[in-house]
């Protein structure tokens, strides 16, 4: 089992930054990728960033050269820098965690954009 604990979200005016925490716990070795997802109200939830390995990234359109997501491993902790934002990336923000053929959610954080 991994556990993973999201911190960072809160309200920011529009063209404000945040950056947003996920830690995981548990069993963490071999956990293929982290990654971020975000739901909107009324909206289906949706990829926003992930991470495979150190390196590897991968951004939905929306957010390129705004979002950048990093990973420490000393840590167990995935990052999601959000810059330059806008009030349509309001919403509930999820960490999720791939290992094996198993998919772990956080309880997500509510980021807000006010215009």
């Known amino acids: 089992q991994v556990q993973l604990v999201e911190s960072g979200g809160g309200l920011v005016q529009a063209g404000g930054s945040l950056r947003l925490s996920c830690a995981a716990s548990g069993s963490i070795f071999s956990i293929n990728s982290m990654g971020w997802y975000r739901q909107a109200p009324g909206k289906q939830r949706e990829l926003v960033a992930h991470?495979?390995?150190?390196?590897?990234?991968n951004y939905a359109n929306s957010v390129k050269g705004r979002f950048t997501i990093s990973r420490d491993n000393a840590k167990n902790t995935v990052y999601l820098q959000m810059n330059s934002l806008k009030s349509e990336d309001t919403a509930v923000y999820y960490c999720n965690a791939l290992q094996g053929g198993n998919t772990y959610w956080g309880q997500g954080t509510q980021v807000t954009v006010s215009s």
């Open positions: 991470i495979i390995g150190d390196s590897y990234t």
